[in-house]
């Protein structure tokens, strides 16, 4: 069974780290998944509008490399 959840997060890059939250569906996820375990992740709750670049996301004892570009978070294809 799969179910998206939300969890905090923290967005390293540019500028120094910011509190996020991160919504992902949780259940049984390819071996290549970034965090194991999740898919389809989303990144909301994030202040101030930080600049586009590139950042780490760090939830559940993982890094996951993110693109911000123009308020959008891209995950590379390697991270989902």
């Known amino acids: 069974m799969t179910q998206r959840v939300s969890f905090p997060g923290i967005l390293s890059g ?4 910011f ?3 991160v919504s992902a569906i949780e259940g049984t ?3 290549t998944s ?3 375990g999740y898919t389809d992740y989303s990144i909301s709750d994030v202040s ?3 600049p586009n670049g590139h950042y780490d996301l760090l939830a559940n004892g993982k890094a996951v490399p993110v693109i911000c570009h123009n ?5 590379p294809e390697s991270s989902k």
């Open 14 to 17: 540019p500028g120094g780290e």
């Open 19 to 21: 509190p996020c939250t």
């Open 29 to 31: 996820a390819p071996i």
């Open 34 to 36: 970034a965090v194991e």
């Open 48 to 50: 101030p509008e930080l």
């Open 71 to 75: 308020g959008a978070w891209i995950f």
